[in-house]
């Protein structure tokens, strides 16, 4: 009786382990997937959509779905999304790493907001920073809003410059949400529910330890329209 009891406990924990690690892996691939949509979602709208030669110039893209910014005089924001480099000789783009973007913030804001954030890395010293570990934003990198539209000379001095570019779509309402202080760290779990080993995200993104996942198709499909010349 004792070891019906114990195998029929084993068996339970294995059942439950199992499926809160198949949760996990669908969890992180629908981040992956919904990355994509909102990639594909700006792209199509010709006045707010991100500039081609930004797309074809940029060492890095970040997208966070649904980052969730809340406050009351105090405010504070969380979010997890993907990364993507793109090579330096090849031009082709590297698996996605999963990151987290936090931050708070003190003076006027009210309400509370669900924002797609696109993130635009424009230079290599970004990308290794943002590896390194904690990577805060307007302290490690410069952070400003992105030009839009299709008109590339609206954005030639911001290439020169450098420094990460940011374009939001916001559901909700709230009055001064800013990303300067933001730490984007990447994000271990989400790594390992999509690549099953704890894989950094340095050896993802830089060192070709991993496939492209299936679910990254439809956002790789986008980012392939603007190859780097």
């Given at each position: 009786?004792?070891r019906?009891?114990?195998?029929?406990?084993?068996?339970?924990?294995?059942?439950?382990?199992?499926?809160?690690?198949?949760?996990?892996?669908s969890?992180?691939?629908?981040?992956?997937?919904?990355?994509g949509?909102?990639?594909?979602?700006?792209?199509?709208?010709?006045?707010?959509?991100?500039?081609?030669?930004?797309?074809?110039?940029?060492?890095?893209?970040?997208?966070?779905?649904?980052?969730?910014?809340?406050?009351?005089?105090f405010?504070?924001?969380?979010?997890?999304?993907?990364?993507?480099?793109?090579?330096?000789?090849?031009?082709?783009?590297?698996?996605?790493?999963?990151?987290?973007?936090?931050?708070?913030?003190?003076?006027?804001?009210?309400?509370?907001?669900?924002?797609d954030?696109?993130?635009?890395?424009?230079?290599?010293?970004?990308?290794?920073?943002?590896?390194?570990?904690?990577f805060?934003?307007?302290?490690?990198?410069?952070?400003?809003?992105?030009?839009?539209?299709?008109?590339?000379?609206?954005?030639?001095?911001?290439?020169?410059?450098?420094?990460?570019?940011?374009?939001?779509?916001?559901?909700?309402?709230?009055?001064?949400?800013?990303?300067?202080?933001?730490?984007?760290?990447?994000?271990?779990d989400?790594?390992?529910?999509?690549?099953?080993?704890?894989?950094?995200?340095?050896?993802?993104?830089?060192?070709d330890?991993?496939?492209?996942?299936?679910?990254?198709?439809?956002?790789?499909?986008?980012?392939?329209?603007?190859?780097?010349?």
């Open positions: 009786m004792k019906l009891v114990m195998a029929t406990f084993i068996l339970a924990f294995l059942t439950s382990s199992a499926c809160s690690n198949a949760c996990a892996v969890r992180w691939s629908r981040l992956v997937d919904e990355a949509q909102v990639l594909g979602e700006l792209q199509q709208m010709p006045d707010q959509s991100i500039p081609e030669d930004l797309m074809k110039s940029c060492n890095a893209i970040c997208i966070f779905p649904n980052t969730i910014s809340a406050g009351f005089v405010g504070g924001k969380y979010g997890q999304g993907i990364i993507m480099v793109r090579d330096e000789k090849t031009g082709n783009w590297s698996p996605p790493a999963a990151f987290t973007i936090a931050g708070g913030s003190f003076g006027w804001q009210i309400g509370g907001q669900a924002t954030f696109v993130l635009l890395v424009m230079n290599r010293r970004s990308v290794d920073g943002i590896l390194d570990g904690k805060k934003l307007g302290a490690d990198a410069s952070v400003a809003a992105g030009p839009v539209g299709r008109a590339a000379e609206a954005s030639t001095d911001i290439q020169l410059k450098g420094g990460i570019l940011s374009y939001s779509r916001t559901r909700g309402l709230f009055a001064g949400v800013k990303l300067e202080g933001a730490v984007i760290t990447q994000e271990w989400g790594n390992f529910a999509l690549y099953g080993k704890n894989f950094s995200a340095r050896q993802i993104l830089l060192e330890m991993v496939r492209m996942p299936e679910c990254a198709d439809s956002l790789l499909k986008i980012l392939d329209k603007y190859h780097k010349k």
